[in-house]
């Protein structure tokens, strides 16, 4: 979700995320994981990513539940519903982020399924969504805005699909979406400019265009360019939010709306030196790293929380 100032928030949940280097030989359903950002000011204000016990996860009407946390996700008529009621560990407090997420839109039609390994579909947009989150360190934050909501389905971990990279971006204007989707690698590539209109239709065409000029991140060898020229107009990337040697994730403006960008790189998401970076941002059933309150929970305490995690 995004509102007007570009504040919002980004929420996943599902099975073997890719980025948390699941082992090849693995179930996808003893790999549950949940993510939460909440983005203010072009910073990420209050961060999370768990992987939950496989033995704590059940499913509810309309969706799953993980550990303490429901996720319901579901079409009701021509619409769709989506309802996160969230209750978090933060490491370093004794306090818990609670959060409920709702999301409501029209149904998307006219996006056919996927074939192939790989498939990537939009559930609903545009749609509308709000937030309220109340955490240890930030109080309570309330957010509200327009909602997009989408799903990535693989039967192959993502490093044996051929991928060499693999962008997406959404914009959120005043009468619609705007969705690009581009795939690069050994098979033929996809590159799609899509419309979502009110009513849910998406209208896809080839996207014929999507250049760059300028770059933005590259801390860690990977990044992004600063303006993207697409069939839909030009958009401005940045500020990065996310960042990494596999993974940016960016705010976009196109003048007329705003949205998020992200951009992956599959080859280098095994590199040992990156997952035990990884890794450290990772709330585990056993715990977690040393370093677990700095990368999570809320962005202005995580000194304090850090101290008190080190000397418990």
Request: charged residues 20%.
């Amino acid at each position: 979700m995004v509102d007007e100032s570009g504040a919002g928030a980004v929420l996943i949940w599902g099975w073997a995320l890719p980025f948390l280097g699941p082992p090849p030989t693995a179930a996808a359903a003893d790999l549950p994981m949940l993510n939460l950002v909440v983005y203010e000011g072009g910073v990420p204000t209050f961060y999370h990513l768990e992987q939950f016990d496989p033995a704590l996860v059940a499913p509810v009407p309309g969706g799953w539940r993980f550990g303490a946390n429901v996720l319901q996700s579901e079409c009701v008529g021509g619409d769709w519903r989506v309802r996160a009621y969230l209750d978090l560990c933060v490491a370093g407090s004794t306090g818990r982020a609670v959060c409920e997420l709702r999301l409501d839109g029209p149904a998307a039609f006219g996006h056919p399924k996927g074939r192939g390994p790989h498939q990537w579909s939009i559930l609903s947009a545009p749609a509308t969504a709000s937030l309220r989150l109340n955490a240890p360190g930030l109080g309570e934050v309330g957010l509200r805005g327009r909602g997009y909501h989408d799903e990535n389905c693989s039967d192959r971990p993502l490093g044996a699909l051929g991928i060499s990279e693999w962008a997406w971006g959404r914009i959120a204007e005043p009468e619609c979406d705007r969705i690009h989707y581009t795939v690069q690698g050994r098979t033929a590539p996809v590159q799609l400019d899509v419309l979502a209109e009110p009513s849910g239709r998406l209208i896809l065409r080839p996207l014929e265009r999507l250049e760059g000029e300028g770059r933005i991140g590259g801390r860690w060898g990977f990044s992004a360019p600063r303006y993207l020229l697409t069939d839909a107009g030009r958009l401005e990337s940045g500020p990065v939010v996310d960042e990494s040697s596999f993974y940016l994730r960016f705010a976009l403006n196109s003048g007329a709306g705003r949205g998020w960008g992200e951009r992956v790189r599959p080859a280098a998401i095994d590199s040992a030196w990156m997952q035990s970076l990884v890794k450290m941002c990772v709330t585990r059933p056993d715990g977690g790293s040393p370093m677990l309150p700095w990368f999570s929970g809320a962005r202005a305490d995580r000194a304090e929380r850090l101290w008190s995690w080190w000397t418990r």
